[in-house]
């Protein structure tokens, strides 16, 4: 679910970059759980 999730997310932020005419070269991802989350 987290990899659909962020290829979905990446594709659409690909899709928003190209229709504006903007490159980039590199993306980052980061997730955390949250601080105060007992799991």
């Known amino acids: 679910p987290i ?3 962020v290829a979905t997310y990446m594709m ?3 899709e928003k970059l ?3 005419g903007s490159v980039c070269k ?3 991802v ?3 759980t949250g601080m105060f989350n007992p799991d």
Request: aromatic residues 0%; positive net charge.
């Open 3 to 5: 990899k659909e999730a």
């Open 18 to 20: 190209r229709a504006q």
């Open 26 to 28: 590199k993306i980052r």
């Open 12 to 14: 659409r932020a690909s």
């Open 30 to 32: 980061s997730i955390r």
